[in-house]
């Protein structure tokens, strides 16, 4: 005679599954991608307040900030592939423990100057493009509440809010859009930056609204950030939204879904 199946095992092998697949999920957030909300307006145009996208934690290897595993070093990095110049890259402060995202200017050695708003590598100038003007209207943005900073001046609320866009063009071919809002701001000029062996130098698209490598960590800023601080590259915006919450689906952005990040 077949034995009789207990009441409650299809609840039991219910929770089971379930706890299976959070665990599983939890190891692939952690070991592989990480989920990213922008706050900030510090890379725009590239990326908006309220972008959602996942971190691609396979893209360097892995170090103690990108897998807290004990399969992971405790100290260093273990790269797969070095960081390439123009990427867009997550990365723990070096001081305070927050998570930033910048694009990454400079490697190990470089000469990083900008003059009168221009970026100079290893005494270089970068090629800039026109690129017309960005705009967007003044009014709260995402959780925080942030309101955009305009180069038209004061705006008031619900006006237009706009920004001179350029395209520079890294050394290796790598283009990407740059805002300007103030002239003769105060990172628009710099002494020449030697990045350091083993440490990278990031800016924001927003040049004038970006805290980065161009302000020491003593004055706020991240300084030369070390290689084990790196966390992943961001590869495509998943969805966006332009709202004070992620689930005000009517403030979606449709035309930024699963946009790559370039």
């Known amino acids: ?12 092998e219910t929770i089971k599954t379930v706890v299976y697949a959070l665990l599983i999920a939890g190891a692939f957030r952690t070991l592989f991608f990480q989920p990213f909300w922008i706050p900030s307006e510090s890379m725009k145009d590239t990326l908006l307040i309220g972008d959602f996208l996942f971190v691609n934690k396979m893209a360097y290897g892995y170090s103690k900030y990108s ?3 004990a399969i992971c070093p405790i100290s260093g990095r273990i790269f797969a592939s070095e960081p390439e110049r123009g990427d867009v890259v997550v990365f723990r402060h070096p001081v305070n423990g927050t998570d930033f995202i910048k694009r990454l200017i400079g490697l190990p050695g470089d000469t990083i100057q900008m003059t009168d708003g221009i970026l100079s590598i290893n005494g ?3 090629p800039q493009t026109p690129d017309g003007v960005f705009e967007e209207v003044m ?3 995402g959780p925080m509440a ?3 900073r305009c180069e038209n001046g004061p705006v008031g609320e619900g006006g237009l809010c706009t920004k001179t866009r350029t395209v520079e063009t890294l050394p290796g071919g790598s283009t990407h859009a740059v805002l300007n809002i103030d002239t003769n701001g105060y990172g ?3 002494d020449v930056f030697t990045v350091p062996e083993g440490r990278y130098f990031f800016m924001g698209d927003n040049r004038d609204n970006s805290q980065d490598s161009r302000y020491s960590q003593a004055a706020g800023g991240v300084g030369f950030v070390p290689a084990e601080y790196l966390i992943g ?3 495509r915006i998943i969805f966006s939204a332009a709202g004070r919450r992620l689930f005000y689906f009517w403030t979606w952005r449709a035309d930024r879904f699963f946009k790559a990040v370039e």
């Open 1 to 12: 005679m077949a034995a009789k199946s207990k009441p409650d095992g299809g609840v039991v």
């Open 67 to 69: 897998c807290p595993f």
């Open 124 to 126: 270089e100038v970068v």
């Open 139 to 141: 009014e709260a943005q």
């Open 146 to 148: 942030n309101r955009p």
């Open 188 to 190: 628009d000029n710099t």
């Open 233 to 235: 590259r961001a590869d």
